[in-house]
């Protein structure tokens, strides 16, 4: 089993910056296709950045392209720089993990999720 906690989540001006980070514990000997997903009120739950387990590939909502950027540390640190932030990014951001070896994009795809963290943009 793999444990998943983000953080980093918080109240920022439009134009700010914030970074999440995903902690995983547990089996995590190994790393993981991770995606970041993101849900607000009233909305569907919606991908915004995965990374697969290697690292060398990666996807980015068209919405967040170019403002957002998925990283990590190691196989326990995942990071979501978000640039440029709008008041539409105001949500529940959410850490995904999975086993698979290729880039996850679907949400049904992903066995280990975080319980999420608020993040608000004020215009």
């Known amino acids: 089993q793999v444990q998943v906690v983000e953080s980093g989540g918080g109240l920022v001006q439009a134009g700010g910056s914030l970074r999440l980070s995903c902690a995983a514990s547990?089996?995590?000997?190994?790393?993981?296709?991770v995606g970041w997903f993101r849900q607000a009120p009233g909305k569907e739950r919606e991908l915004t950045a995965a990374i697969n387990w290697s690292g060398d590939k990666t996807y980015y909502a068209d919405s967040v392209k170019g403002r957002f950027t998925i990283s990590r540390d190691n196989a326990k640190t995942h990071y979501l720089q978000m640039n440029s932030l709008k008041p539409e990014d105001t949500a529940i951001y959410y850490c995904?993990?999975?086993?698979?070896?290729?880039?996850?994009?679907?949400?049904?795809?992903?066995?280990?999720w975080g319980q999420g963290t608020q993040v608000t943009v004020s215009s």
């Open positions: 995904a993990m999975d086993r698979s070896y290729a880039l996850v994009t679907d949400l049904s795809g992903y066995d280990y």
């Open positions: 547990g089996r995590t000997s190994r790393t993981y296709a």
